[in-house]
């Protein structure tokens, strides 16, 4: 590894440190800080000059506040010098805001990408978009890396029998297939219906076999847990074995971990793209670490190698 630089915001120092000790580097020293005003301050303490620099930043809550605090750092490592700045977000904030879907509403994953090369940024890498198309909205290069490999990894080891893939919706199917092709098992469909004019969907009833079976759940994130929730109980009321759910991005807010907690889920796997505090990590939580695939990224790119093994498991 050469002529590179490696920082953390404040909340992603442990992600940060993973990826340094992947790559037998030190994390570069920077300092960041809050005046009594509500301002925030930050100052690399080290050269960057002519260097490539990575930037680590975290979306743990609140999620404007990380956002600023990504937005000052660019700027201070783009002033001090640096010959690239890489920008690493495990988990892209605004991602879900993609499109413009209802009448006078923004498209704030995108303006997520015009505010991040206005302050500076030279590349962005990330994971598991909630739409692929985010990273047409960039024009500086926008990586893309997935936890499928990952969490696939992490079942088959599990070496669970009578397997069944579950998609939680139509437009999850294609989702769905992909892992059902590695694991060689069959999937089934949960249908959803809306009922009465609250817009709400309901699951009522699914179309596969999961009788006596070990259903697996793969979604991108997982939110509030309501969604899940719903499939949960379809699976149950049609008489699946055993529970498992899969999932990058563990944003598990509001009342998702007392959902989980008490719901029929024998184990929800999710990775540390977002950080997951101590009084979240309940006994049916695994949390993965994807670290190492950032790492690899990075080097790859110091290598000048290409990212597509990456991204394809090709």
Do not use: W
Request: charged share 25%.
């Amino acid at each position: 590894m050469k002529n590179i630089k490696i920082f953390a915001c404040p909340t992603a120092e442990e992600f940060t440190q993973e990826i340094c000790d992947c790559l037998k580097l030190e994390m570069g020293k920077i300092n960041h800080q809050k005046f009594s005003n509500d301002n925030n301050f930050v100052q690399v303490l080290e050269t960057v000059r002519q260097k490539d620099v990575y930037i680590v930043q975290t979306t743990k809550p609140p999620v404007n506040e990380r956002i600023m605090e990504l937005l000052i750092a660019i700027d201070a490592i783009k002033r001090a010098s640096a010959k690239n700045i890489n920008v690493i977000l495990p988990y892209f904030p605004y991602s879900r805001s993609d499109k413009k879907d209802q009448p006078r509403v923004p498209v704030t994953a995108k303006l997520m990408a015009q505010i991040l090369e206005a302050a500076g940024a030279t590349r962005v890498i990330t994971c598991d978009l909630h739409n692929p198309a985010i990273q047409a909205y960039f024009n500086v290069n926008c990586d893309r890396l997935t936890a499928e490999y990952l969490l696939e990894d992490y079942f088959k080891e599990k070496k669970l029998e009578d397997m069944v893939i579950v998609a939680t919706d139509a437009g999850s199917s294609k989702k769905a297939y992909k892992y059902s092709q590695f694991f060689n098992c069959p999937i089934a469909l949960v249908d959803k219906r809306r009922e009465g004019n609250d817009d709400r969907a309901i699951a009522t009833t699914i179309i596969g076999d999961v009788n006596n079976k070990n259903a697996i759940i793969f979604d991108d994130e997982i939110d509030t847990a309501g969604s899940m929730m719903e499939t949960v109980k379809v699976l149950q009321k049609f008489g699946a074995k055993a529970i498992y759910a899969g999932a990058t991005h563990g944003v598990l807010s509001g009342p998702a971990i007392e959902r989980i907690k008490n719901s029929g889920i024998k184990e929800m796997v999710v990775t540390n793209t977002i950080p997951v505090p101590k009084e979240k990590r309940i006994d049916n939580l695994t949390v993965l670490s994807i670290a190492p695939f950032f790492a690899e990224a990075i080097k790859r790119l110091n290598e000048e190698r290409p990212l597509g093994e990456l991204y394809y498991n090709v």
